[in-house]
């Protein structure tokens, strides 16, 4: 209860980690406004989510890379990426390339979705666990950018026209929105609501 | 909830209300659809196609081309459904191109690379990989999408017809298929301007209608009067002149090909329309064939023609060819009909001669020697070109009696002369003998030459008359007549004739005398040039003969007059005759030899060729060397000379080396004796005796003193062993002797001769230590001696000791070292690499690098050296070095003061 | 304002998040943002990997993949590498340098405020830590293939994340505003 007590007349700055209290409008050391828990956070998180969700789907199953050779045309999807990697003994970057690209998203989305449904229903069960997932996902979130940047080097580096050409797929840019708003839904969350009992103002 | 709302702002766990942030996954799921309505809804037009082979299709990878360019890809490749004999494609278009492509009557085909013997085509796509084009129903976008919808195709098995450039179709019949085939090329100079797109029986079934097809901007080349033949795929054209081989394109070669050749007037003629017929001609040639046909009738006599090739020839020029022979019963005689050339057609006309040309070969006379690669052949000529044409002539067995300029000799014998024999000026044929007859008086013979007007030039009152036969012809002191003479004229005997000066009387003698031999001719020719005339004698002729050339310093200086045997001395008596300005270089001491034919001398070094000219290689050739000498002669007239066979023979007066062995080792005469590898000598001859062969050497003189008494002499054969390759020049040159020359003041004559190399420092002077060792190892002859790393002898000889308990080594140190050696001295085995693993790593000593691969002995001496070892004194080999002896370094010091 | 921020971390009792971070000393970070700003145009601009097939080589800066992104027909892309890889970390070098340079000596920022926004945000957006990775993934995918050359850019640019990295790692909220608030 003490907790409870603590959060109730109390309100901690996100910005300039200040702990004032709860009825200042504005932190008094920064001068943002006060808030107890982040804005709107569960329908801001959950929006997010949702729509990361429907850029997953086009993201993973249509080609991202383009690959046009005197030999080949090929569109390369995300997986195909992956499994070149193992294909040619790339375990290791093969792997990395697999978590920062599907299994990161995936897993955060999930995450976000687990955590937004145990506020939902006020579940008290193992808080810190959650709390400690809630910080891996937004410790690693940002690298699913990588495959974005490959691309982008890919592209820039191999241009020898009628050999070899590489170009972004149209999948590239759903990937993009994917991952940005994923970093937006993590950021959207406050884990302080974990806390907070359900029905208890 | 009020509750809330009822909170001040910064304690709201919520706000309240619809967030606008959940526009984000509305529009998340707008583009998320469109993208996929894009890809999937919208992506294009979807097609099937129904293909009878799918090789080399894969989904998702090959393109639908179009123009060389991609507009769709091949989603899916599976087997109908209805149908197992075909496949069914599934193919994604473009959408910008989906519009034109699903058009009825659209043609879809696949390209793959094609190597066939007729056709090679695609080649493409080896790098590519396999695609389907496709080739719109019409060439105007209007008419294209006024046609109906269609999305289901089928196939075709090859490219369909252009639509871009559809040409001009042509339809060409032929009396039967031949070899052209579908897809055949149709050329023009060589240039594929058409294809033959398809081939049909004609509608009467007499022959083949191919159906052509030539690209649109060649087709203002076809006009009517264009000509069109099968392609020669390989033409051989030979003759006694060379032999000519033309092959058309490669294509053509295996597929056959159709030419198209236009003549002068065929631009003149209109140009063609769509379907025009034409027909098809089995060569060029034929086409230019008159249409009417020319008989000829043969009393007797095989002609050995061939209908539809042997040719007939208008003054040497094709100017048709046989295409029928029959043989009439009745009439008892060959008919043989003619096709001329169109221009050649009036030339058979009334004043027209026919002769058939076969090859007669008799002892002395040959004729028509072309027609042995050419065939025989009929021959014509008109004396009147102008005269009226005519279609029925007899076909003569002989040539038409000439016309020219008459010319009589006279000679005592007739030997072998006949009519229709050639006159030769220089090989050149210029007349032929026309008749010849008994003199008047009875004691000569006239014979009477018609020479061709245009080379009575050639003859005037100094002209000289010689009887040739057979291959004796030759004519000339220049002799350039073998490189210009055909060979008919070599074949053939006949009369030369030789204008020896063009400044004399232009007119012709009333008569000229006939020379009866070349060496006649010649030396009355000689007789009004100024010269010496010397005799050889040989021992035998060789290739020489009458007119071979005299040769010096490589300038022609005279020539062979004539040869005789001399009964007496047993010798060929060999006369020739030498231009005066170059008699002064004759003396008593020159030495003549025989610079007949090619002289290669092939050894490792290279390969040699000496020749005197070309002419000495076809019919041999006389040199002559003069040494300089103030005080010998200069030659007389028919002084006698001896004729060395060669020059080597010539310039060496040899010594006589007789040797004596067991076994000839392979020796033959002719093999060479060698010293320090040079030539000084070659075995004359080898023969039996008691003990075993003895082998005659004749030894340059030059290099008489390296025979001495105690001169060696050993073979050198080629080897191959495990130790390596021995002597490798004699696997090329052939076994051969080598002298060792030797020191004494006597000369030697009779020696023998060692099977191989004598012992190494057989004859030197230097020490030689015995030593003793359990087993030879790797040491062999010649194995190094080192003193502290450096080379001071190697092994002579070895041999197991005398109670087999050991082997004895012969180590030869040389003089200069001979001091290092003492009589308390240290042997031991540099064989090898002794290698030192030691914690530190490994660690290889070695005497030197030689050593690693032959061995080596090592010596040391001690730092208290006894006296200097004696000849033969034993040492024993020991297998390693003992440590102390590598520290050993005792001063010593050499008394010979030659090896300061 | 209550003691020295820099003495130690607080933790929040309750979830175990850290609430108040240990900072360096602020001409640390200052020195840090200046020598990231000496890096970034060369990091930028310089060749990164070159790629050589055959005869012909291609260079590939982060600005070209920018340039081929938006040729391609994906300005979206352009701008979010271009956000991520450039302007971002641009703007983290440029606040820290004004905001540390008047702390570090004692003055107070005008902007504080909006200057402590910008960064407070921007912390986010800066990936160039992710973009050696994209290199490196790039370099052993490509190396398969053919002949691949570092440029001179990829070590200004690891030395570039290194220094964005560390000023990220020294920010902290608490530090500066009481910074902020000492100074005069």
Redesign the interface.
């Known amino acids: 209860m003490t907790h409870d007590d603590l959060s109730m007349d109390k309100a901690f700055c996100l910005h300039c980690k200040h702990l004032s209290s709860a009825q200042l409008h504005i932190c008094p050391v920064c001068n943002e406004p006060l808030r107890q828990r982040k804005k709107n956070s569960i329908s801001r998180t959950w929006a997010l989510s949702l729509a990361a969700l429907c850029f997953f789907i086009p993201a993973n199953i249509f080609p991202i890379m383009k690959t046009l050779s005197i030999t080949t045309y090929e569109n390369n999807t995300i997986l195909d990426g992956v499994f070149y990697f193992y294909k040619n003994g790339e375990f290791f970057v093969g792997t990395v390339v697999f978590i920062a690209s599907i299994f990161i998203p995936a897993v955060k989305m999930l995450v976000l979705f687990f955590l937004l449904l145990s506020v939902k229903i006020g579940s008290r069960w193992r808080r810190e666990e959650k709390n400690s997932l809630y910080k891996a996902i937004h410790l690693i979130g940002r690298w699913s950018m990588l495959d974005i940047f490959v691309i982008g080097l890919m592209v820039s580096l191999v241009q020898f026209g009628e050999i070899a050409v590489v170009t972004t797929g149209y999948a590239a840019p759903s990937f993009a929105a994917m991952v940005i708003l994923t970093l937006l839904a993590t950021e959207s969350f406050d884990t302080r609501l974990l806390w907070d009992e359900k029905g208890k103002k | 909830m009020n509750e809330n709302d009822a909170l001040p702002r910064g304690l709201r766990k919520e706000e309240r209300g619809i967030s606008l942030v959940w526009v984000a996954p509305i529009v998340a799921i707008l583009i998320t659809a469109g993208i996929i309505w894009e890809s999937y809804i919208n992506a294009g037009a979807r097609i099937t196609i129904v293909i009878e082979n799918g090789e080399g299709i894969k989904d998702g990878k090959t393109a639908i081309m179009y123009k060389g360019i991609k507009i769709g890809v091949v989603e899916d490749i599976r087997i109908m459904p209805d149908d197992v004999s075909m496949l069914e494609i599934t193919a994604l278009i473009d959408k910008e191109s989906s519009d034109g492509i699903t058009r009825e009557g659209n043609q879809f085909w696949k390209v793959a690379p094609k190597v066939s013997i007729t056709e090679v085509s695609g080649l493409d796509t080896i790098i590519s990989g396999v695609y389907i084009a496709v080739m719109p129903a019409a060439n105007s976008n209007e008419e294209l999408m006024s046609r109906p919808y269609q999305d289901h195709f089928i196939a075709l098995d090859s490219p369909p017809v252009d639509i871009f450039d559809p040409g001009l179709s042509l339809i060409v019949s032929a009396a039967d298929k031949g070899d052209v085939s579908i897809g055949a090329p149709v050329l023009y100079k060589k240039q594929a301007i058409g294809i033959v797109e398809d081939k049909k029986l004609s509608t009467d079934g007499e022959g083949v209608d191919l159906y052509l097809r030539i690209q649109s901007r060649y087709a203002d080349l076809i006009h009517e009067k264009s000509v069109f033949s099968k392609m020669d795929a390989l033409q051989v054209k030979a003759s006694l002149s060379g032999l000519t081989l033309k092959m058309g394109s490669f294509t053509s070669f295996l597929s056959g090909g159709i030419n198209v050749s236009n003549t002068q007037d065929t631009f003149a003629s209109p140009k063609v329309k769509q379907k025009q017929l034409f027909s098809l001609f089995e060569s060029f040639e034929e086409s230019l064939l008159a249409e009417d046909e020319v008989h000829l009738n043969m009393k007797e006599g095989s002609h050995k023609l061939e209908a539809g090739l042997s040719k007939v020839y208008y003054r040497g020029v094709e100017a048709g060819l046989v295409s029928a022979l029959a043989y009439d019963l009745t009439k008892e005689e060959t008919q043989v009909q003619l096709k001329l050339h169109k221009e050649f057609r009036v030339l058979a006309n009334k004043k027209a001669y026919f002769w058939l040309v076969e090859p007669k070969i008799g002892f002395d006379h040959v004729e028509g020697l072309d027609t042995i690669i050419r065939g025989n052949y009929i021959n014509f000529t008109t004396s009147d070109t102008k005269a009226k044409p005519k279609r029925a002539f007899t076909l003569n067995d002989k040539k038409p009696q000439r016309e020219g300029v008459q010319v009589l000799l006279h000679a005592r014998n007739l030997d072998n002369i006949q009519e229709e024999m050639g006159v030769f000026y220089h090989g050149l044929e210029i007349g032929l003998v026309s008749s010849y007859a008994i003199s008047k008086e009875k004691q000569s013979f006239i014979i009477e030459l018609v020479i061709e007007p245009q080379y009575r030039k050639l003859l005037n009152a100094s002209s000289l008359f010689c009887h040739k036969s057979g291959f004796e012809l030759k004519a000339g002191l220049d002799g350039v007549e073998l490189k210009s003479g055909s060979l008919e004229t070599i074949v053939r005997g006949g009369i030369a004739i030789e204008t020896p000066n063009f400044q004399a009387d232009a007119r012709l003698k009333k008569s000229y005398k006939l020379y009866g031999s070349d060496a006649e001719l010649r030396k009355a020719e000689y007789l009004s040039k100024k010269g010496i005339f010397l005799s050889l004698i040989a021992d035998k002729l060789g290739s020489l003969k009458e007119g071979s050339p005299l040769y010096y310093k490589q300038i022609r200086v005279g020539e062979v007059v004539s040869y005789k045997w001399n009964t007496q001395t047993k010798n060929v008596l060999i006369d020739i005759f030498i231009i005066d300005e170059y008699a002064n270089e004759i003396h008593e001491d020159t030495l003549f030899y025989n610079a007949s034919g090619l002289n290669a001398s092939f050894s490792l070094s290279g390969l040699e060729i000496n020749m005197e000219s070309l002419e000495t290689i076809m019919s041999g050739g006389i040199s002559f060397y003069t040494p300089v000498s103030l005080e010998a002669k200069t030659a007389r007239n028919h002084e006698q000379f001896p004729l060395y066979g060669s020059k080597d023979a010539a310039m060496n007066q040899y010594k006589d080396v007789t040797l004596y062995a067991k076994d000839s080792y392979g020796l033959i005469a002719g093999n060479t004796v060698m010293y320090k590898s040079v030539a000084v000598g070659h075995i004359e001859s080898v023969s039996l005796n008691k003990e075993g062969v003895a082998l005659h050497l004749k030894i340059n003189s030059r290099h008489a003193d390296l025979i001495k008494e105690d001169t060696l002499f050993w073979s050198e054969v080629f080897e191959v062993s495990l130790q390596g390759v021995k002597n490798f020049s004699a696997a090329l040159k052939g076994t051969y002797i080598v002298i060792e020359p030797g020191n004494s003041g006597n000369k030697g004559e009779y020696f023998h001769l060692m099977p191989k190399k004598p012992v190494a420092h057989f004859k030197e002077k230097g020490l030689r230590v015995v030593v003793q060792a359990q087993r030879l190892g790797g040491i062999q002859e010649n194995t190094p001696l080192y003193y502290r790393q450096l080379r001071i002898g190697s092994v002579s000889q070895y041999r197991l000791s005398d109670d087999a308990t050991g082997v004895d080594i012969e180590v030869f140190v040389e003089p200069c070292y001979a001091h290092l050696v003492r009589a308390n001295s240290y042997f031991y085995n540099a064989s090898g690499i002794s290698v030192d693993l030691s914690l530190s790593g490994a660690k290889i000593e070695t005497e030197s690098l030689e050593s690693i691969l032959t061995g080596g002995i090592g010596v040391a001496t001690p730092d208290d050296a006894a006296e200097q070892a004696k000849d033969s004194q034993l040492f024993v080999l020991h297998d390693e070095i003992d440590k102390k002896a590598l520290k050993w370094a005792p001063k010593l010091y050499s008394s010979d003061p030659m090896c300061e | 304002?209550h003691d020295d921020p820099s003495a130690k971390e607080i933790h929040c009792?309750?979830?175990?998040?850290c609430?108040?971070?240990k900072s360096c000393p602020l001409a640390f970070s200052l020195g840090l943002a200046i020598a990231a700003l000496i890096m970034f145009i060369p990091a930028i601009s310089l060749p990164?990997?070159t790629?050589e097939?055959?005869n012909?080589a291609?260079?590939?800066?982060t600005l070209?993949?920018?340039?081929?992104?938006y040729n391609?027909?994906?300005p979206?892309?352009s701008l979010?590498?271009f956000l991520?890889?450039v302007l971002a970390p641009f703007v983290q070098i440029i606040i820290s340098l004004l905001l540390y340079f008047p702390l570090n000596r004692n003055i107070k920022p005008k902007q504080m405020?909006i200057y402590?926004?910008i960064l407070?945000h921007v912390r986010?957006w800066v990936?160039l830590d992710?973009?050696v990775?994209?290199?490196l993934?790039?370099y052993?995918?490509?190396s398969?293939?053919s002949e691949l050359l570092y440029g001179a850019g990829i070590v200004m640019f690891v030395f570039l994340m290194l220094f964005s990295f560390m000023l990220r790692y020294c920010f902290s909220?608490?530090a500066?505003?009481k910074a902020y608030?000492d100074a005069r």
């Open positions: 304002m009792p309750r979830c175990d998040n609430v108040r971070k990164i990997l790629f097939l055959g012909d291609q260079q590939g800066t070209s993949a920018l340039y081929y992104f391609d027909g994906y979206e892309l979010l590498v991520t890889t405020k402590f926004k407070y986010h990936m992710i973009y990775i994209a290199v993934i790039t052993i995918k490509l398969a293939i909220a608490t500066l505003w608030h």
